[in-house]
């Protein structure tokens, strides 16, 4: 969602009531990228997918949103809040999960770290993301693409 120029972009998913679909437009040329979301289409609101610029042109758009009073969801916080409540209380190779911390990167790519104790001989199996190794006795790292839950399903 960014402009090719490597400017750092969070983002978001913004809800718009009906009483403020009027602001489309100006959204449209505040956010150029926006996008509906298709797959969260509620009777009460409109949703699009867009990015807030952490440059300069960014608060604009942020004070936009504010102003207007549009709710919207970071995506980034969403998705690591996602990964925690995944693994956290689980078990790994008989590891049992205590602690998940989550990290993401200037390219959006998104470290878990997943600390544990008290063996086990029960594990997990495969997960479709798993593309973590371990990292010592009780810490598992695990990596997740960019791209992963940002426009994926709920």
């Known amino acids: 969602m960014g402009d090719g120029?490597?400017?750092?972009v969070l983002p978001i998913r913004l809800e718009l009531r009906p009483s403020q679909r009027h602001l489309f437009q100006q959204l449209k040329n505040l956010f150029p990228a926006l996008e509906p979301d298709m797959r969260?289409?509620?009777?009460?609101?409109?949703c699009y997918f867009a990015?807030?610029?952490?440059?300069?042109?960014?608060?604009a758009q942020a004070a936009f949103l504010q102003q207007h009073q549009i709710h919207y969801t970071d995506l980034h916080?969403?998705?690591e809040e996602l990964i925690q409540a995944s693994f956290q209380g689980i078990e790994?190779?008989?590891v049992l999960i205590q602690a998940v911390t989550c990290a993401?990167?200037?390219?959006?790519q998104v470290i878990a770290y997943l600390e544990g104790k008290e063996r086990d001989a029960r594990a997990l199996p495969a997960a479709p993301y798993w593309q973590g190794e371990?990292?010592?006795?009780?810490i598992?790292?695990?990596?997740?693409?960019?791209?992963?839950y940002l426009k994926g399903v709920r």
Not at 104 to 108: F, I, L
Not at 140 to 148: E, Y
């Open 140 to 148: 598992f790292i695990v990596n997740f693409p960019a791209n992963w």
């Open 51 to 59: 990015a807030i610029d952490l440059a300069a042109p960014g608060l």
């Open 134 to 138: 371990e990292s010592g006795e009780h």
């Open 5 to 8: 120029r490597g400017s750092k």
């Open 104 to 108: 993401t990167d200037s390219q959006g």
């Open 40 to 46: 969260n289409i509620e009777q009460n609101s409109y």
């Open 77 to 79: 916080k969403e998705r």
């Open 92 to 94: 790994i190779n008989g």
